[in-house]
């Protein structure tokens, strides 16, 4: 590999230029800087460059079109560009590979991890370079080098788990514009005259902003567990008020999947309460809100009821789903933090694996319990309970 490999970064955030140029120059890299596509294309034909670090949302030319201009003249077109970015769905890779990168790394970014798959593409790069009179030689090599590339990818996903300080702050920075966009949007629904189209553009973006919020409130919750942060508020409640609250948020999605959703409160429960309402709707919420992602058809049952304890009275709260039985093997990573029951990308459901997780944080965290039962053919019933004090 050449000695001191260029390293051009096109990015518009001076900060991050900053960042990079001194972890490479640390490294032994000669860097060179720019500020928009424009400037970065000039300076790619200039210089040539080894390698490319390349933002995507960037002032003028994006990410796509620059990497798109770079592919395009002849002498430029075998430089390796790596995509650095904050945009973490699959249509955003995948449109990332299509306009010539060979490779996308997240940010906030781990070094070790940035500089392993640099030095991995510049390898490749060399190796490309003289494959035609190298070839018997080195294609056990680049098969190493292919795997190496895999193993970086498989440390980034473990280390995010740790991450817990930048899902902090990220869910913080996050949540503000996001209930402005949600409030603008419930506004447009109630207080403008809308077509019917545009009534379901703005439902389904008001839909897709509560998701977004969920996400967002799970990581922070999360974060805030991890550190101790989660506080608990005691307070007086009926839990049938804390279920209708629920039945409200879940209520646009039964109804489009033409579910049916029964409850059954004891009622030895018809009474005020006293404990962590909060905490509860939060448990609640998200196991009936996994209810209904998993169902496809017929019914939802949420139970309540007081379960008999030597030290105190406990609340006991049921989920029956009638969704797809899940394995026994898997029942005792269920509530792990990440965890997906079908992790592959062709998986058929949405979500990051947080919201039992989170559920299972907020019931320890009330002292309680939390668990699932699954019957073969018949779903499966979600439950929890925790100490109540009922107000006589």
Known sequence: MIDKPLVLIIDDSQVNIILLQSILEQQGFQVKCAKNGEEGLALTKQFLPNIILLDIVMIGWDGYETCRRIKQESKLAKIPILFLSALDDTENKVQAFQSGAVDYVNKPFQKEELLARVRTHLELAYLRQNLECEV??????????????QLSYDKSQQASILKTEFLRNISHEFRTPMNIVLGMTEMLIEDTQLTEEQYGYAKASTVAGKKLMDILTNMLNFSQQFKGELKQVVS???????????????????????????????????????????????????????????????????????????DAEWLQIEVQDNAQSIPEEKQAHLFDIFFQIDASSTRAYEGMGMGLAVAKMFTEGMGGQIGVKSIENKGNMFWFKMPMQVLK
């Open 136 to 149: 018997v030689n080195q294609t056990e090599k680049i098969q190493l080098l292919f795997e190496a590339l």
């Open 236 to 310: 007086e409640f009926r839990i049938e008020n804390v279920i209708k609250k629920v039945l409200k948020n879940v209520s646009f999605d039964v109804e489009k999947k033409g579910l049916k959703i029964t409850t059954c409160i004891e009622p030895e429960l018809d009474a005020n309460l006293r404990g962590n309402k909060e905490g509860i709707f939060n448990v609640l919420n998200k196991l009936t809100d996994n209810a209904v992602k998993f169902t496809e058809k017929g019914e939802i049952v949420i139970s309540a009821q007081l379960v008999e304890a030597i």
